[in-house]
């Protein structure tokens, strides 16, 4: 079974241990052996790790897994959790597969003008996209920064969206078990 590395923000949720449960359960469905956070061998002895002791956890289990399937669903703002940003940037630097996710169907730029810039046109008469402070936006079609989409598809991972913001973007799975199912068929055709 290949490991699969699971990032995400799941783990600040309230039910976490849950929610990544039925991620684990869903993974290994799809002939995935999970690691990472909320991972049975990551889960915390009694008392509170430091933060270096889950760095060197997350580090250990990012090395030794072999594909990394991200929630970038925005997190605490307009864009992905930066933790997981950062999993995904080091697993791609890793030569790692590296696929993502988000609950989120609406591009990077438009989450921009919608909730940074609360509905204001942007100014499209220079070319370049700007708000009313001035700033540039990135509006190139992507799901988050043209990093983070831009990073996985070079490396031939995919980045999928939820059609429509689910009720509870922060616990659907349907984006996810659909990743699950491409990623896969991705490796089965890889082995053949």
């Given at each position: 079974m290949p490991t699969i590395y699971l990032a995400g923000p799941e783990v600040f949720l309230p039910d976490a241990?849950?929610?990544m449960a039925q991620k684990r359960r869903l993974a290994r469905q799809f002939g995935f052996e999970p690691t990472g956070p909320g991972s049975d061998e990551n889960q915390a002895p009694s008392g509170i790790l430091?933060?270096?002791a889950i760095y060197r956890r997350n580090d250990l289990a990012m090395r030794k897994a072999e594909i990394c399937l991200a929630n970038i669903t925005p997190f605490r703002g307009i864009s992905a959790d930066p933790g997981t940003v950062y999993e995904i940037g080091f697993m791609i630097a890793l030569g790692k597969r590296v696929w993502a996710y988000s609950n989120h169907?609406?591009?990077y730029g438009r989450r921009v003008e919608a909730d940074w810039y609360r509905g204001q046109a942007?100014?499209?008469?220079s070319g370049r996209p700007r708000g009313p402070d001035g700033l540039a936006v990135e509006e190139h079609g992507m799901a988050d920064n043209l990093?983070?989409?831009g990073g996985i598809t070079a490396t031939g991972?995919?980045?999928l969206r939820a059609a429509t913001i689910p009720a509870d973007p922060a616990?659907?799975?349907?984006v996810y078990e659909q990743a699950l199912?491409?990623?896969a068929q991705s490796v089965t055709a890889d082995r053949s």
């Open positions: 241990q849950a929610l430091t933060a270096d169907p609406d591009d942007l100014d499209r008469t990093m983070i989409d991972g995919q980045v616990r659907d799975l349907a199912v491409l990623l």
